[in-house]
Nanobody
Framework: QVQMEESGGGLVQAGGSLRLSCATPGRVFGVMGWYRQAPGFQRELVATITIDRTPTYADSVKGRFTISRDNTKNTVYLQMNSLKPEDTAVYYC????????WGQGTQVTVSS
């Protein structure tokens, strides 16, 4: 069983910032990232990053969100700036090496 420790969600006003973290103690994954799911919508990609730190972003977050990782700590981060109400969702950490692994999710709520 893979342990995934998410943190950093919360409530913020539009235009504000939050940083999400996801640690996978003792496990190194080739690709890590974040997905989100809003009520009534399917889970969607937010951003991913490879082990050599190549990022990929959804068009909706480009220029506002930054994904990074610290391979010495087996941790991936998502810095979210200029948040909008439409960013409100449960954010899930994702990690992949052969199989897919998911965190329990952390709520991000952006008020207008």
């Amino acid at each position: 069983q893979v342990q995934m420790e998410e943190s950093g969600g919360g409530l913020v006003q539009a235009g504000g910032s939050l940083r999400l973290s996801c640690a996978t103690p003792g496990r190194v994954f080739g690709v890590m990232g974040w997905y989100r799911q809003a009520p009534g919508f399917q889970r969607e990609l937010v951003a991913t990053i490879t082990i050599d730190r190549t990022p990929t972003y959804a068009d909706s977050v480009k220029g506002r969100f930054t994904i990074s990782r610290d391979n010495t700590k087996n941790t991936v981060y998502l810095q979210m700036n200029s948040l909008k109400p439409e960013d409100t969702a449960v954010y899930y950490c994702h990690a992949r090496i052969s199989n897919n692994y998911w965190g329990q999710g952390t709520q991000v709520t952006v008020s207008s």
